[in-house]
């Protein structure tokens, strides 16, 4: 029988694959059917191996038999709508959900640490809900909080383990493994401190140049200087420039490849950079090791910041265009995929006071309450006065189904966004608005919109906290607005209301290259 690219891959990753005895250990305990345990949480520092180890985990518990879901925390919005959709257990979600039909199941949830601020609702009210013969693993940077151990019941159902790094067994394994020369077993150790991503470089550098010389420096310079020598020396450009791409992108794949580089070789780069140690699978395709792409990234915007803005800006315009060309049924999901776009634009200059790239996962878009209208009218005294409060009464009394809100874990609004669409209403119903008066004028002096078309205007939206500074609530409010105006079915117009002076203004439409008659501000 052929065998496939799948095959493989699991054949070489259990042939490199050493140490982690103990966590391997209680997840075979986990699928024994006796077995008191329902949860194995497993941390430990950037590096470690984690993802690696559910990898080795995944086919052991396919060989004993159980259905095996994967869940990557880090490519899926920390909203408990959307997990709950991952899992099938939302209305109309696309993926079966989990049940209990006999045959044991396991579900891997990996860096955890993007739903951390979720922890109480993920323990609380998605675990008990799942069926009862599913064994879930979760792997992730940060202990569990001590609420699970103040739990009887869940201290009795669940293993916590911390992953560290090697031990100098393990590590002279893992080197046997690469078939790396006896000679610079010790060497190699004693530069990588037993850290399972620096092994692993190192590996890989000297498979390629067995007598590479190694400094004995600190963790931290150790692991760029291993970055730089396998993306740098003896590498051919176009691998260099997919380095790059992949240190911007949020995840790279042929297709993301091919188009922002403008190459045919998108299946090539992609295979190549599949096969390099730092390069972590995701959901849509591969990223790299948050260490290794915070020093690619550190090493684009000191040496070439031009470069950076040309391959920000060449990613922005891929996403936008997928998103455009592959329209989603579901606004929020669309402002997930604006947010992939706004990922690479997050050191841009003109947008770095602007957008804060939030990776912790600690809010979720929701429909307002009733309970929730005093507080947001409450916010929009304080920041914008009662002018503005009457305005947004006024819309809200004919169009509230454009008001959504960002809730914290907790529940509490923690802002809000209205988008209104200025071709349903009547000449009487904008004049009360002068600011959507003058820009119905403007757009009606490029000529007549198109019958049954939008003008669709982000009027409100703030973060109750900070208004509209730069913070982690305005990101996530511009990439929703973005996302539901961008995915209109019949848009013709669009425009977000800043409050800022005009040089901030500019020099932000300058940076997303905005022009004045497809987005006004």
């Given at each position: 029988m052929t065998q496939t690219l799948s095959e493989r891959l699991q054949e070489v990753r259990a042939r490199r694959f050493v140490g982690r005895a103990r966590e391997t250990g209680q997840f075979r305990a986990l699928l024994d059917s006796s077995s008191p345990r329902a949860v194995q949480y497993v941390h430990g520092l950037g590096g470690t191996g984690k993802t690696t180890w559910i990898a080795h985990c995944a086919p052991q518990a396919q060989a004993a038999?159980?259905?095996?879901?994967?869940?990557?925390?880090?490519?899926?919005?920390?909203?408990?709508?959307?997990?709950?959709?991952?899992?099938?257990?939302?209305p109309g979600s696309p993926v079966p959900p989990p049940v209990d039909d006999g045959q044991p199941s396991v579900l891997f949830i990996d860096t955890f640490e993007f739903w951390q601020s979720l922890e109480g609702w993920v323990r609380d009210d998605l675990l008990p809900q799942l069926p009862a013969n599913l064994r879930i693993v979760i792997c992730g940077r940060r202990p569990p909080s001590p609420e699970w151990k103040l739990d009887p019941g869940w201290h009795e159902l669940m293993s916590v383990s911390q992953i560290g790094n090697f031990d100098e067994s393990e590590a002279k394994s893992y080197h046997g493994a690469r078939m790396i020369p006896q000679a610079r077993e010790g060497e190699a150790i004693r530069y990588s401190h037993g850290n399972p991503l620096a092994l692993a470089m190192v590996a890989d550098l000297?498979?390629?140049?067995?007598?590479?010389?190694?400094?004995?420096?600190?963790?931290?310079?150790?692991?760029?200087?291993?970055?730089?020598?396998?993306?740098?020396?003896?590498?051919?450009?176009?691998?260099?420039?997919?380095?790059?791409?992949?240190?911007?992108?949020l995840e790279v794949n042929e297709q993301l490849l091919s188009g922002v580089m403008r190459t045919r070789q998108g299946a090539e780069l992609a295979e190549w950079m599949a096969g390099?140690?730092?390069?972590?699978?995701?959901?849509?395709?591969?990223?790299?090791?948050d260490l290794v792409r915070e020093i690619l990234m550190a090493e684009l915007m000191s040496r070439h910041p031009a470069r950076y803005n040309e391959l920000a800006r060449r990613v922005f315009d891929y996403e936008i265009g997928q998103?455009?060309?592959?329209?989603?049924?579901?606004?929020?999901?669309?402002?997930?995929?604006?947010?992939?776009?706004?990922?690479?634009?997050?050191?841009?200059?003109?947008?770095?006071?602007?957008?804060?790239?939030n990776g912790g996962g600690e809010m979720y878009v929701d429909l307002p309450q009733p309970l929730d209208l005093p507080v947001i009218e409450a916010g929009i005294a304080r920041h914008q006065g009662q002018?503005?409060?009457?305005?947004?009464?006024?819309?809200?009394?004919?169009?509230?189904?454009?008001?959504?809100?960002?809730?914290?874990?907790?529940?509490?609004?923690?802002?809000?966004?209205?988008?209104?669409?200025?071709?349903?209403?009547?000449?009487?119903?904008?004049?009360?608005?002068?600011?959507?008066?003058?820009?119905w004028n403007l757009a009606a002096e490029r000529g007549p919109l198109p019958e049954d078309h939008a003008f669709v205007c982000s009027r409100f939206w703030m973060s109750l906290a900070e208004h509209q500074a730069s913070s982690p609530v305005a990101t996530t409010l511009s990439s929703l607005a973005l996302g539901h105006t961008i995915m209109h079915p019949r848009l013709a117009e669009m425009c977000m209301v800043l409050s800022c002076d005009a040089e901030y203004l500019a020099r932000f439409a300058r940076s997303l290259r905005i022009s004045a008659p497809t987005f006004l501000l």
């Open positions: 038999g159980c259905r095996v879901y994967w869940l990557d925390a880090r490519s899926i919005p920390a909203e408990p709508p959307q997990i709950m959709a991952a899992l099938g257990l939302a000297l498979e390629r140049e067995p007598d590479a010389p190694l400094d004995h420096r600190v963790d931290r310079e150790t692991t760029r200087q291993l970055v730089e020598r396998l993306t740098r020396e003896g590498v051919k450009p176009e691998q260099r420039e997919a380095m790059q791409v992949a240190a911007v992108a390099l140690s730092f390069m972590l699978p995701g959901n849509n395709g591969l990223f790299p090791h998103m455009m060309r592959h329209a989603a049924s579901d606004w929020r999901l669309a402002a997930a995929q604006v947010f992939n776009a706004v990922f690479a634009l997050r050191a841009s200059p003109g947008l770095d006071g602007f957008l804060v790239v002018e503005s409060l009457a305005l947004f009464r006024h819309w809200m009394g004919l169009q509230p189904e454009g008001l959504v809100v960002l809730r914290s874990p907790s529940r509490e609004v923690l802002g809000f966004l209205m988008n209104l669409d200025l071709a349903r209403a009547t000449h009487e119903q904008r004049a009360v608005d002068p600011m959507m008066q003058d820009l």
